[in-house]
């Protein structure tokens, strides 16, 4: 499956700049807690950035796959692709090549409340 | 025997200066931090009754803090962290040769982050999405998040709490941290307290209260002016104050510099009104008796008050009648001086602005002017209060803040005797 470019370099700018890195060192295959070290709460506001630069809203029960950069790209495509609510991340289509498919992210909350 | 306490590291962020040196200087000199709002971004200040702050102006968290903990949260934590970090630098404590679980962080803070929090419910209500809420934003707004963020910047394991009680927010927490370290439950506190509410509904809010100044729009150096004749209201400011207080034993071990002893506190209420104090001034002059008792310390030993004189008609002038009842004929020979008159009030910051003032007066012997005190109403006159910075040893001072509420708080400072 090939990404689409402008999508997929969105992603990794808003990455990027959440990061305050070069976005070229932003890769799909990164995994977003073990390569970018980014915690729950981090890729809570991740995804809400990208909800506002794709004017998309993702359901809770969605975020469970989004464990790499790569399944960011390929979810936000899908979503824009298509007018359907959305398919749980796994439902869709082809899986990127990640580079390791680690630990399926279970996002225990660790806010208290 | 309970453990003495003293204060062993200063920060500040004011509309005068950031850091104690530019603030201290500032304040000696009589310099006003009051100027004109010149819009609420995106709308004018026309419906405004008051259009004067004091505002801390150019402040970018990133020239001082660098890590990620500043872009975390709004604009009162985030004077916080700046305060605390130029205190702990100055007490000299390194965190690493500390048992974190000793050093605890105290904030008062009385309007917390306002300025995400009405830029989302502005949002919210607009837009009607509620899915565009940001995600930080409980976090943010919730009172907690600058006695948070304090201690996860330095590691601090200790007791984290957070006083809110409007104006006389860190006046307690300077209280509390007494009473922490005294019963041993912590060697080091931080104590912060941080406000920065000049924001469109806030500031509408105090407006609406016939609160805030307005008769100086036009010349806003001359809209704080506590004990005047022609006073007309407070003027809102915005800031941090943060001292680091620690048992004397402790500060002893590592041979810190220290700057004054926090020797008593008194904490009530009047039990009154939301926002009027009692016109007797009989609860004001209690606590500061509360306060001085706690201390060991008479009436007849106090050489300076920093008044919280906040340049509303009844407010400065009750606090006088509470100074006359207290102090007696000693109240004209006690030095007086109202912080606010440069800084206008920094609301939950205001306690521990004082407290800087008052320990600055001890460890300096210097007193900072109480500006436009030019006309002096004869309901509020009182022979220590000057346009000048006056230079007298001062071995004992009292803080005094009021908080909506009917709330009351009065911390006193000595000089140290080790």
């Not at chain 2, 949260?73 to 390194?94: I, N, P, T, W």
């Not at chain 2, 019963?183 to 806030?202: C, H, K, N, Y």
């Not at chain 2, 105090?206 to 005047?228: G, H, I, M, Q, V």
């Amino acid at each position: 499956m090939t990404t689409d470019p402008t999508i997929s370099l969105k992603i990794r700018t808003a990455l990027a700049e959440y990061l305050k890195r070069d976005p070229d060192r932003i890769l799909v295959t990164q995994h977003l807690r073990d390569d970018l070290g980014l915690d729950s709460m981090a890729v809570i506001e991740l995804l809400y950035r990208i909800e506002e630069a794709f004017d998309l809203q993702i359901p809770d029960q969605d975020l469970v796959g989004l464990t790499t950069v790569g399944h960011v790209v390929s979810y936000v495509e899908k979503r824009l692709g298509k007018s359907a609510p959305a398919a749980p991340i796994k439902k869709s289509g082809k899986p990127l090549k990640a580079t390791k498919q680690s630990k399926p992210s279970k996002p225990k909350s660790k806010k208290k409340s | 025997m309970r453990a003495r306490v003293v204060v062993t590291g200063l920060g500040v962020v004011s509309p005068i200066g950031i850091g104690i040196s530019d603030f201290w200087k500032a304040a000696l000199a009589g310099q006003s931090g009051i100027t004109a709002i010149s819009s609420f971004d995106p709308f004018p200040m026309d419906g405004y009754r008051s259009k004067v702050a004091g505002q801390v102006r150019d402040f970018a968290v990133e020239r001082f803090i660098d890590s990620v903990h500043g872009e975390r949260v709004d604009r009162y934590a985030q004077f916080g962290l700046v305060a605390a970090k130029e205190a702990l630098a100055d007490s000299g404590l390194q965190m690493e040769k500390e048992n974190p679980h000793r050093i605890g962080v105290i904030v008062g803070a009385g309007m917390g982050g306002m300025v995400m929090g009405e830029r989302e419910i502005t949002q919210l209500y607009q837009q009607q999405k509620p899915h565009r809420v940001h995600p930080n934003f409980i976090p943010v707004i919730t009172l907690n998040s600058a006695s948070g963020i304090i201690a996860m910047a330095h590691g601090a394991k200790g007791p984290n709490l957070t006083i809110s009680t409007a104006c006389s927010s860190s006046a307690h927490a300077l209280g509390q941290a007494l009473h922490c370290i005294r019963e041993g439950r912590a060697d080091v506190v931080i104590v912060v307290g941080a406000d920065a509410s000049i924001t469109p509904l806030v500031f509408a809010g105090f407006c609406s209260l016939r609160a805030l100044s307005s008769k100086y729009n036009d010349n806003p150096e001359k809209a704080s002016r506590p004990f005047d004749r022609l006073r007309d209201g407070f003027v809102m400011g915005e800031g941090a104050g943060a001292l680091i207080l620690e048992s004397a034993a402790h500060a002893k071990k590592r041979k810190a510099r220290v700057y004054a002893e926090v020797a008593g506190y008194a904490a009530t209420s009047e039990a009154y009104h939301m926002v009027i104090p009692r016109e007797d001034g009989l609860e004001v002059a209690h606590t500061m008796k509360l306060a001085l008792a706690d201390a060991g310390l008479t009436p007849a030993q106090v050489d300076y008050i920093n008044a919280h004189a906040t340049s509303t008609t009844i407010g400065d002038a009750v606090e006088v009648k509470a100074i006359r009842q207290l102090f007696k004929s000693r109240a004209d020979k006690i030095a007086i001086s109202a912080t606010k008159s440069l800084i206008g009030h920094t609301l939950g910051a205001a306690g521990a602005i004082g407290g800087i003032a008052s320990v600055l007066a001890l460890h300096t012997g210097k007193i900072h002017p109480t500006a436009n005190y030019d006309d002096p109403d004869p309901a509020c006159a009182l022979a220590g209060l000057s346009r000048s910075a006056q230079e007298r040893r001062v071995k004992v001072a009292l803080l005094n803040a009021f908080g909506f509420g009917s709330n009351n708080a009065a911390v006193v400072f000595k000089q140290t005797t080790t």
